[in-house]
């Protein structure tokens, strides 16, 4: 059975940093792509970064509002993926969710929910000004 646990969320002013972890359980947990997604209250879903490792590349995406702030990385041994959140922001306030299972690698890294099948609980941000 899949399993994606968020942790390392928690309340910050803005300009601060939190690291997010997503730990991965079951057949997905060697999955090469992998994403971060946060919503917020009242608002749509929105893809904040990607993942993909194949043979020795990474490749990464990430939506343009968090480009130059927001870092996704991965530690294969531990089946865990990061996102490391600078320069934090009250915009960046939300449910920030892992998720994994992409049918067709083809679209990796991908920041489109509609291409992830197995999602985790999230883990509450909440930047003040």
């Known amino acids: 059975q899949v399993q994606l646990v968020e942790s390392g969320g928690g309340s910050v002013q803005a300009g601060g940093s939190l690291r997010l972890s997503c730990a991965a359980s079951?057949?997905?947990?060697?999955?090469?792509?992998m994403a971060w997604f946060r919503q917020a209250p009242g608002k749509d879903r929105e893809g904040v970064a990607g993942i993909y490792t194949v043979g020795s590349g990474t490749y990464t995406d990430y939506a343009d509002s968090v480009k130059g702030r927001f870092t996704i990385s991965r530690d294969n041994a531990k089946n865990t993926v990061y996102l490391l959140m600078n320069s934090l922001k009250p915009e960046d306030t939300g449910l920030y969710y892992c998720?994994?299972?992409?049918?067709?690698?083809?679209?990796?890294?991908?920041?489109?929910?509609?291409?992830?099948?197995?999602w985790g609980q999230g883990t509450q941000v909440t930047v003040s000004s």
């Open positions: 998720a994994t299972g992409v049918a067709w690698y083809s679209s990796c890294p991908s920041i489109n929910g509609d291409d992830y099948k197995y």
């Open positions: 079951g057949y997905t947990s060697t999955s090469p792509c």
